[in-house]
Structure formats: C-alpha cells, structure tokens
C-alpha cells in the first residue's frame, strides 16, 4: 500500500475508503465523494512508478485516452488531478466481479451467457477502433461484471491512440503474454487485429474455462502462441456451438490478414451466433409414419355428368364427401397419436423407478453475490446449488434477493452445462 495515500485519506474530494488492489502502475481505492455521495474507483500512481518518468507518461496516456471515451461497456473517467503531487484517475466504480473471477473458479459459461458479455466487449472494442485506440491488454481480468449485469472494459494503461507518445521502443513486447498474438511476439508491432487476436483467446477462455496457450516455461509457452499450437475448443467443451468454435478459429489465425480485418465484422458473426443461438436447432423435416393412414390413398367415386359444378346433385356430393374425409383424417390422427405415445413428454411424466439413468444433475450459481434459489416452494440454498431433473425437463427456478426477484428456466439436456446467473 502506499505510503502517501492511506485509507481514509483525501484525494480531491474523494475520501479513500477501501483498498482494492494493485497492478504494475497504481494502487486502486474505492472512494467516496464526501459532498454528493458518489463511489469511485480511484487509482493512484504508486512512489515506485513515479520514479521512472515511462510508468508516469503511460499514466498521463491512459487518462487522456480514457477521457476521449464515452461508451456504456467503458468505465468513465470522472476526472484526473494530482494530490500532494501524486497522479490520481478518478473513475466509474463497478461493484462486481471481472470475468477472470466468474470464469476460473467456475469453469465454461454457458454460451448463451457468453456470447452476451463478449458481444459487449466487442462492441467496446469496436467504438476505440473506429476512435484510433488499440487496447493491447484485452484480457478477462480487465473485464469487470457489475452487479447489476452491466459490461465494462478496463485498463487503458497501455492503450495505444493516434496521439499516444511513442511509450514502447522498437521490438519491445507490451500486454500479457498468454493473450499476446504471435506478431507481437515476433516484432512488438500491433494493430487492431492484435486485439482481435486477443478477443478470441477471450472467448475461447469464456468456452472451455482455460485460455488456449499454457505452458511451464516462458520458452514453451511463446513457442506454443508462435505455432498456434491449441486445444480445439470442443475438444475441452463438447457443447461448444459450432459456429461459436468457427469465430474463435478466425480470430486465432497466425496471419493477421486471415482474421477478422475490423471488430466490427467479429461483432456483426458474434451477432448471428446469437441470434442462432436463440432460434435453438433447426427441426428436420418429419418422415411420413407407415403406420399412420392418407387421405392420398382415399378412392375417389367416378364423377358422372349429373355432377358436374352447378348441379345440385354434386352439392350434395362434395358436402358428403369432405365430411367423410375429415371424418377420416380426424380418426388417423387419433390412431396415430395413440399408438405413437404423442400424447405424453417426457417433460410432464414423472420418473419411474429405475430410470436413474435419464436423470440429469447440473450445479447452478450465482455469480453477483448471494440469492436465494427457489423451486416451487422449496429453497434449495442461496449461493451455489445442484438440480436434479430428467432429462427432457424444463426446469423453472426463482432468485430472490430482498424485494428483486428473477425467473430463470433451462431444458435438461444430456448436455446441459452448469449454469451461472446474476440478478438482471
């Protein structure tokens, strides 16, 4: 912790009221403004990094980048000043947790879930673009989630614009390693595709709860980035959409003319993933049942001239004659609806003895904090819970948290993920 700027200490108008943690430049502190009321997040230059003039241009950087941006999936800079001649960034706080924390302990998200908060990143990724700034830090760690479900992206400290100072020398490598592409290995040049780069190791980590390069050492781990040498994602997460494995494998391609040329047409596929995604599988044209009788086969009387249309003779045919189809057609469906079991889902029939195997478990969490967990009448706990259902059945639960209440509903599947929620 700092040894100038302590808990209860003022920073302009703000009171540092809580420590939040630090990163290589600053120390973070959640404030309050002592007038208006208003929390922010406050970071501060550390003694040490204020000592090397790089960290404190880098931090001059990323408060006028981030003061050049106004977009809901970016944390807004309140203001920026210097206490006791200390650089201070006052921003939005965002009571949450980031994506890392949601994804390590817990493993896959739910591609549903998934493709919602990386459409949010993406999107925020294509505003800095089309704003001239490069993050080159994108990473689950500097994703925040807030409580209320809300998206933000963080960390600007090596944020690159069109009029950032020249912050890195030639064949230096800046970002963390695991998210960094392989030019940026090879030369330390990046441009917007290095941080759709980085966006599919993200969402290849939201899939599969790993990040796609990992190794013991440095060596192997830069080897591995430089060869593209990964895990499929289904391989990991069976459940994986393919179309959601397809946008990953375009991002991730060495040649950074063979990935997406703009996030914007990233975001424009993570989009109809989605709305695929919503639709659910495609149901195949059904076969004809042998069993199942058709009006095709019905045998139709030879018409005489007497009934022709016009006549009152082929009035009282055609009116008989479509009575006795129906009548038909009606009587084959209930036939077949019997014999075929139509009547019955597996949703509403209880388990009969023995039909362990049909039956499904599935763990389901909440990922903004503590909610009571309700099915039907019964609370099953209010942090993390397991449901048991067969398979076929939609599950139907409640969350309630003093006077919020959600209904979430998920199919049980043999597939089915653990599922994690927050209160929007």
């Avoid at 990953?248 to 993570?270: G, H, T």
Wanted: charged content about 20%; glycine content about 8%; overall charge neutral.
């Amino acid at each position: 912790m700092s040894s100038t700027f302590l808990l209860n200490s003022m920073v302009g108008e703000y009171r540092l009221i809580d420590f939040l943690g630090a990163g290589g430049m600053g120390e973070v502190y959640r404030g309050m403004h002592d007038k208006i009321g208003r929390v922010a997040a406050i970071k501060v230059l550390t003694v040490a990094a204020r000592s090397d003039p790089g960290f404190v241009q880098r931090f001059f950087n990323e408060a006028r980048i981030q003061a050049s941006l106004q977009h809901p999936n970016i944390a807004t800079l309140y203001d920026f000043l210097e206490c006791q001649g200390q650089p201070c960034i006052v921003m939005e706080y965002i009571d949450g947790q980031t994506l890392c924390d949601r994804v390590r302990p817990y493993g896959p998200m739910h591609p549903t879930e998934a493709l919602q908060i990386f459409a949010a990143v993406v999107d925020a990724i294509t505003y800095i673009h089309a704003n001239g700034i490069i993050h080159r830090d994108i990473k689950s760690n500097n994703i925040k989630i807030g409580s209320g479900g809300q998206v933000k992206l963080l960390d600007f400290g090596i944020a690159k614009g069109n009029m950032s100072p020249g912050l890195t020398e030639t064949g230096s490598v800046v970002g963390t390693l695991e998210y960094i592409s392989p030019e940026q290995l090879a030369t330390g040049a990046s441009d917007p595709r290095s941080d759709i780069w980085a966006l599919g190791v993200l969402l290849y980590e939201m899939m599969t709860g790993r990040v796609p390069f990992e190794a013991q050492t440095l060596g192997a781990l830069c080897d591995k980035i430089s060869r593209v040498d990964f895990p499929a994602p289904k391989q990991l997460n069976p459940t994986v959409p393919s179309d959601v494995a397809s946008i990953i494998s375009r991002c991730l391609k060495k040649n950074p003319s063979e990935r997406y040329q703009s996030a914007a047409a990233l975001l424009s596929d993570v989009r109809r993933a989605q709305a695929a995604l919503a639709a659910g599988p495609s149901k195949p044209i059904s076969k004809p049942n042998p069993k199942m009788p058709s009006a095709m086969h019905t045998t139709w009387p030879q018409h005489t001239t007497d009934s022709q249309p016009g006549s009152n003779n082929w009035l009282k045919f055609s009116g008989i004659g479509l009575l006795t189809i129906v009548f038909l057609i009606l009587a084959a469906v209930g036939v077949y609806y019997v014999m075929n079991g139509v009547g019955e889902t597996q949703a509403d029939t209880p388990p009969t003895a023995g039909s362990a195997d049909k039956m499904k478990t599935v763990k389901v969490a909440m990922m903004d904090g503590p909610a009571e967990i309700w099915q039907g009448d019964k609370m099953l706990g209010n942090k993390e819970v397991k449901v048991t259902a067969p398979i076929g059945q939609r599950v139907t639960l409640k969350l309630k948290r003093g006077d919020q209440v959600r209904t979430v509903w998920f199919d049980m599947t043999q597939n089915s993920p653990d599922y994690h929620y927050t209160m929007k």
